[in-house]
């Protein structure tokens, strides 16, 4: 017991220096950190492999950090081995910490977590936790930390309960009996950082739990891997990566989202890693991790995929990746490290240019769910969303989506700022969800459960027919829109859709004592928000984002991420060259590219004579800039 005692108390001091090993960051405005699952672990204990995947690595991109990980799906890591491991990062000044995995073994390509309910389960997460404390004084637990079991055991525990009840008080149960005081009583300095994933619309169902558990740990992390957006099973859109980890940030605004998360796993094309990796940071992230370290350190070639726009200069420059890559016969070709190296390479340049993220307020409520991740489809349309659990008092306009439903008093804190001369925006979803539950005290619509395809588009503010906004190409295809009535001349249509001589409002307004309630009609499939013309997109923005600092006029799949300091970025997803109008609030001269210099001189001077609701407004001066695809373009406003 004495001999036990003595290593572990030598092991903690190591920890300590391996978690201080690299003060020094390898970038300017952000840390790179690499998982290394347990697998990996036992792979490393061979010295020759160690100093082989090292090199290969470290040649393609600089990292300040590993997390060691100690156990994943049934298997543990040696405790020599993770000892060895933490001297030779040490040695070359690179941070270690460790990391858990609270996987079962898999049932093919479908994950399996731990039974909490179970004795034998209970004791391996307890001795996981027990390892990881031994050894290290930071602990990161990747994204299995959720609870999808449905053994006779867990039916019978959870009663009358839903699933989602059950697994939430259970799940900080765990989190406090079997992990954070189990990890404390190892190691008292320990710090143990749970890491949330990608899919945080269903986060309460399976046990995740932003509201009590994420404040209970020392810091969150997030996972921000978008991967492809249209052969996916999750609705990733790749403004994600930037959304979420902004939404995370507001559950801890103590600074304790700790960073971003990025795989390598489920891309067409090469430009879709580097997208992740950009936005993650777009967003603030302090740190980002490259999951995993057999990926980064596989000797198989890295390939473009399925570039079609391969004949333009894009952000992501494949030729001048390749040239930069670190390849030679003793590191191998450029691979995953490559294209990671040379992806946040590029960014270090300007983010610490950039101020603190800015965009339209949207209120998420904590364990809530409804119309599934719609504020990323609103992102890839141009429209920056700064997504936060606490509902946005001072915000001048906040957007509502169905989720906000499960906020009993809602209907009152929507009133309450409409009374205080501010504007909400409700979508479809939410309007339907609040039928019977008080909406009808502010403004008397139906949703009527039934869709009607459009195919024309019109917008006006007042009587009369309409500007035409279907665009050039002629008819837009039909899209199938949620029928929502309303009364004539108590609210009015600012952009409808029209259908073999029916319409349907897209955009609604109505006064409510000083302020103003839109409702925002979202398409049956919200991927088709991406088919709608560029004109009734610029129109929808322009009542969305009236006082914004900046606007894009663009077609789909073009985000804006704008900062408080008078810089914003403009980032295309489109797999042709992009032109886009830039709407920025005041008498402007010219936008600089922080990447290039390059001045942009106005193409339209300032309207001081445009008007809204028929009052003037304040001046807007626009610009006109080139996008090439899949690209990225950074400014600053003068």
């Given at each position: 017991m004495r001999r036990y005692v003595l290593i572990s108390a030598i092991a903690i001091a190591l920890a300590t220096l391996s978690s201080v090993a690299a003060a020094k960051s390898a970038y300017k405005s952000f840390r790179v950190a690499i998982y290394v699952t347990v697998d990996a672990t036992h792979r490393l204990e061979d010295p020759k492999v160690l100093e082989a995947e090292y090199r290969r690595i470290s040649a393609q991109v600089r990292f300040d950090k590993v997390y060691l990980e100690t156990y994943r799906s049934g298997e543990f890591a040696d405790e020599a081995a993770l000892e060895t491991l933490k001297r030779f990062f040490t040695r070359h000044g690179i941070a270690v910490s460790g990391g858990i995995a609270f996987s079962a073994p898999g049932r093919g390509a479908q994950f399996v977590t731990l039974d909490y309910e179970s004795p034998h389960d209970r004791e391996i997460c307890r001795r996981a936790v027990q390892l990881a404390a031994r050894h290290f004084n930071e602990i990161i637990l990747d994204d299995f930390f959720f609870y999808s079991t449905k053994s006779e055991a867990d039916i019978a525990a959870k009663g009358n309960r839903s699933w989602t009840q059950y697994r939430l008080q259970k799940m900080r149960e765990v989190a406090e009996d079997l992990v954070l005081k189990t990890a404390r009583t190892v190691n008292p300095r320990v710090k143990v950082i749970?890491?949330?994933?990608?899919?945080?619309?269903?986060?309460?169902?399976?046990?995740?739990?932003?509201?009590?558990?994420?404040?209970?740990?020392?810091?969150?992390?997030?996972?921000?891997?978008?991967?492809?957006?249209?052969?996916?099973?999750q609705h990733l859109q790749q403004?994600?990566?930037?959304?979420?980890?902004?939404?995370?940030?507001?559950?801890?605004?103590?600074?304790?989202?700790?960073?971003?998360?990025?795989?390598?796993?489920?891309?067409?094309?090469?430009?879709?890693?580097?997208?992740?990796l950009w936005d993650t940071l777009f967003a603030k992230a302090p740190e980002i991790?490259?999951?995993?370290?057999?990926?980064?350190?596989?000797?198989?070639?890295?390939?473009?995929?399925?570039?079609?726009?391969?004949?333009?200069?894009?952000?992501?420059?494949?030729?001048?990746?390749?040239?930069?890559?670190?390849?030679?016969?003793?590191?191998?070709?450029?691979?995953w490290a490559s294209a990671a190296g040379y992806a946040l390479r590029q960014v270090d340049r300007f983010l610490g240019r950039l101020g603190k993220p800015i965009g339209i307020a949207s209120y998420k409520p904590y364990q809530s769910s409804g119309e599934d991740f719609l504020q990323d489809y609103l992102g890839n349309v141009g429209i920056p969303i700064e997504l936060t659990p606490d509902f946005p008092t001072e915000a001048p306009l906040v957007l509502l989506t169905e989720s906000a439903r499960q906020d009993p008093g809602i209907v009152a804190k929507i009133e309450r700022q409409l009374v205080a001369g501010k504007s909400v925006?409700?979508?479809?979803?939410?309007?339907?969800?609040?039928?019977?539950?008080?909406?009808e005290s502010i403004v008397e619509l139906e949703d009527t459960g039934q869709s009607v395809s459009i195919h024309d588009f019109l917008g006006a503010f007042g009587a009369g027919g309409g500007a035409v906004l279907n665009g050039p190409g002629g008819q837009p295809q039909s899209i199938a829109f949620p029928e929502i009535r309303y009364f004539t001349n108590d609210a009015w249509p600012l952009v409808r859709g029209v259908s073999e001589a029916y319409g349907v409002p897209i955009l609604l307004m109505d006064r409510y004592s000083r302020g103003t309630l839109y409702v925002l009609d979202i398409p049956d499939?919200?991927?088709?928000?991406?088919?709608?013309?560029?004109?009734?997109?610029?129109?929808?923005?322009?009542?969305?984002?009236?006082?914004?600092?900046?606007?894009?006029?663009?077609?789909?799949?073009?985000?804006?991420?704008?900062?408080?300091?008078?810089?914003?970025?403009?980032?295309?997803?489109?797999?042709?060259?992009?032109?886009?109008?830039?709407?920025?609030?005041?008498?402007?001269?010219?936008?600089?590219?922080?990447?290039?210099?390059?001045?942009?001189?106005?193409?339209?001077?300032?309207?001081?004579?445009?008007?809204?609701?028929?009052?003037?407004?304040a001046p807007r001066t626009t610009f006109s800039i080139e996008v090439p695809p899949h690209s990225y373009r950074v400014f600053g406003v003068q």
């Amino acid at each position: 017991m004495r001999r036990y005692v003595l290593i572990s108390a030598i092991a903690i001091a190591l920890a300590t220096l391996s978690s201080v090993a690299a003060a020094k960051s390898a970038y300017k405005s952000f840390r790179v950190a690499i998982y290394v699952t347990v697998d990996a672990t036992h792979r490393l204990e061979d010295p020759k492999v160690l100093e082989a995947e090292y090199r290969r690595i470290s040649a393609q991109v600089r990292f300040d950090k590993v997390y060691l990980e100690t156990y994943r799906s049934g298997e543990f890591a040696d405790e020599a081995a993770l000892e060895t491991l933490k001297r030779f990062f040490t040695r070359h000044g690179i941070a270690v910490s460790g990391g858990i995995a609270f996987s079962a073994p898999g049932r093919g390509a479908q994950f399996v977590t731990l039974d909490y309910e179970s004795p034998h389960d209970r004791e391996i997460c307890r001795r996981a936790v027990q390892l990881a404390a031994r050894h290290f004084n930071e602990i990161i637990l990747d994204d299995f930390f959720f609870y999808s079991t449905k053994s006779e055991a867990d039916i019978a525990a959870k009663g009358n309960r839903s699933w989602t009840q059950y697994r939430l008080q259970k799940m900080r149960e765990v989190a406090e009996d079997l992990v954070l005081k189990t990890a404390r009583t190892v190691n008292p300095r320990v710090k143990v950082i749970i890491k949330y994933p990608n899919w945080y619309e269903h986060y309460q169902a399976l046990g995740y739990d932003l509201d009590v558990e994420a404040k209970r740990f020392d810091a969150i992390y997030t996972g921000t891997e978008t991967r492809d957006p249209e052969f996916t099973d999750q609705h990733l859109q790749q403004y994600e990566s930037y959304l979420i980890f902004r939404y995370l940030s507001n559950v801890r605004p103590d600074g304790g989202d700790r960073g971003g998360w990025v795989d390598t796993y489920g891309t067409r094309y090469v430009d879709r890693y580097a997208e992740q990796l950009w936005d993650t940071l777009f967003a603030k992230a302090p740190e980002i991790t490259l999951f995993n370290w057999s990926d980064l350190a596989s000797m198989r070639a890295l390939r473009p995929g399925e570039r079609t726009w391969s004949a333009e200069t894009t952000s992501f420059d494949w030729d001048a990746m390749l040239r930069s890559s670190g390849a030679s016969p003793q590191v191998g070709p450029a691979g995953w490290a490559s294209a990671a190296g040379y992806a946040l390479r590029q960014v270090d340049r300007f983010l610490g240019r950039l101020g603190k993220p800015i965009g339209i307020a949207s209120y998420k409520p904590y364990q809530s769910s409804g119309e599934d991740f719609l504020q990323d489809y609103l992102g890839n349309v141009g429209i920056p969303i700064e997504l936060t659990p606490d509902f946005p008092t001072e915000a001048p306009l906040v957007l509502l989506t169905e989720s906000a439903r499960q906020d009993p008093g809602i209907v009152a804190k929507i009133e309450r700022q409409l009374v205080a001369g501010k504007s909400v925006v409700i979508t479809s979803g939410l309007l339907h969800a609040l039928q019977g539950h008080g909406i009808e005290s502010i403004v008397e619509l139906e949703d009527t459960g039934q869709s009607v395809s459009i195919h024309d588009f019109l917008g006006a503010f007042g009587a009369g027919g309409g500007a035409v906004l279907n665009g050039p190409g002629g008819q837009p295809q039909s899209i199938a829109f949620p029928e929502i009535r309303y009364f004539t001349n108590d609210a009015w249509p600012l952009v409808r859709g029209v259908s073999e001589a029916y319409g349907v409002p897209i955009l609604l307004m109505d006064r409510y004592s000083r302020g103003t309630l839109y409702v925002l009609d979202i398409p049956d499939n919200p991927g088709d928000l991406y088919e709608l013309p560029q004109s009734v997109l610029r129109t929808l923005r322009g009542y969305l984002q009236a006082d914004f600092p900046v606007r894009i006029d663009a077609p789909a799949l073009v985000s804006l991420f704008a900062y408080d300091n008078g810089t914003f970025i403009v980032e295309s997803f489109r797999d042709e060259p992009t032109s886009v109008g830039v709407s920025v609030a005041g008498v402007r001269t010219v936008l600089t590219d922080l990447v290039t210099g390059e001045r942009v001189a106005a193409s339209q001077p300032a309207a001081a004579g445009a008007r809204r609701f028929g009052l003037p407004q304040a001046p807007r001066t626009t610009f006109s800039i080139e996008v090439p695809p899949h690209s990225y373009r950074v400014f600053g406003v003068q």
